[in-house]
């Protein structure tokens, strides 16, 4: 069983800056991806970038790259990520994922089978 938590929402006004942590516990796999993943209001939810636990590989939405990073930091179990030049559009609640995330569903929610209960990011105009 693995538990994920997740910290660092709030309100920041356009053009400013966040930075959302997810501390896992319980037993991690060192092959698995760590994904965050968002849901606005009356949309579904979308993929918003990886990284896997091992190795470090990456992957971001085309909504976010140049403006948002992930990293993580494999002693403390916890991922980042780092939004900056937040748009109102960004806002959503935040979720971080984590699970195999095989070939084709690396960017899909279904790779994922452990998910945080989310934190929310509002982004005023």
């Known amino acids: 069983q693995v538990q994920l938590v997740e910290s660092g929402g709030g309100l920041v006004q356009a053009g400013g800056s966040l930075r959302l942590s997810c501390l896992a516990s319980g037993r991690t796999f060192s092959s698995y991806f760590m994904g965050w993943f968002r849901q606005a209001p009356g949309k579904e939810r979308e993929f918003v970038s990886t990284?896997?636990?091992?190795?470090?590989?990456?992957f971001y939405a085309d909504s976010v790259k140049g403006r948002f990073t992930i990293s993580r930091d494999n002693a403390k179990n916890t991922v980042y990520l780092q939004m900056n030049s937040l748009k109102p559009e960004d806002t959503a609640i935040y979720y971080c994922?984590?699970?195999?995330?095989?070939?084709?569903?690396?960017?899909?929610?279904?790779?994922?089978?452990?998910w945080g209960q989310g934190t929310q990011v509002t982004v005023s105009s």
């Open positions: 990284i896997r636990w091992s190795g470090g590989t990456t």
């Open positions: 994922a984590t699970g195999p995330a095989r070939d084709g569903t690396t960017l899909s929610a279904a790779g994922y089978n452990y």
